[in-house]
């Protein structure tokens, strides 16, 4: 597994979550990570990236309660997400766009290696 998702489970609304993402092999030299979600019957949806050198990018919807961050000496991501709310509820993808590539892009085609997903579910 190049990329493990960790961190989701039960909450209640208004809680919050951080949500980490550590990368092994090929995608430990990433440049541009990402985080993403899918939930029930939509597509999937772009949420934040960050690069090596930290420079960060968010989908307007949910720009404040996103939290993206990185530790290059542990190969991990992080995604802080506070105040959760019910339509938050999703499963939650971390990505790696190849080593080579240092644009940060919100279309999920462009990401090479995914985790296997962490499920958010927040009741009301």
């Known amino acids: 597994v190049q990329l493990q998702a960790s961190g989701g489970g039960l909450v209640q609304s208004g809680d919050s979550l951080r949500l980490s993402c550590t990368a092994s092999?090929?995608?430990?030299?990433?440049?541009?990570m990402g985080w993403f979600r899918r939930a029930p019957g939509k597509a999937r949806e772009f949420l934040a990236a960050?690069?090596?050198?930290?420079?960060?990018r968010y989908a307007d919807s949910n720009r404040g309660r996103y939290t993206i961050s990185r530790d290059n000496a542990k190969n991990t991501m992080y995604l802080q997400i506070n105040s959760l709310k019910p339509e938050d509820t999703a499963v939650y993808y971390c990505?790696?766009?190849?080593?080579?590539?240092?644009?940060?892009?919100?279309?999920?085609?462009?990401?090479?290696?995914w985790g296997q997903g962490t499920q958010v579910t927040v009741s009301s």
């Open positions: 990505a790696a766009r190849a080593p080579s590539i240092t644009v940060v892009t919100t279309d999920w085609r462009q990401y090479r290696d």
């Open positions: 960050i690069t090596r050198s930290n420079y960060t």
């Open positions: 092999g090929r995608t430990a030299s990433a440049n541009v």
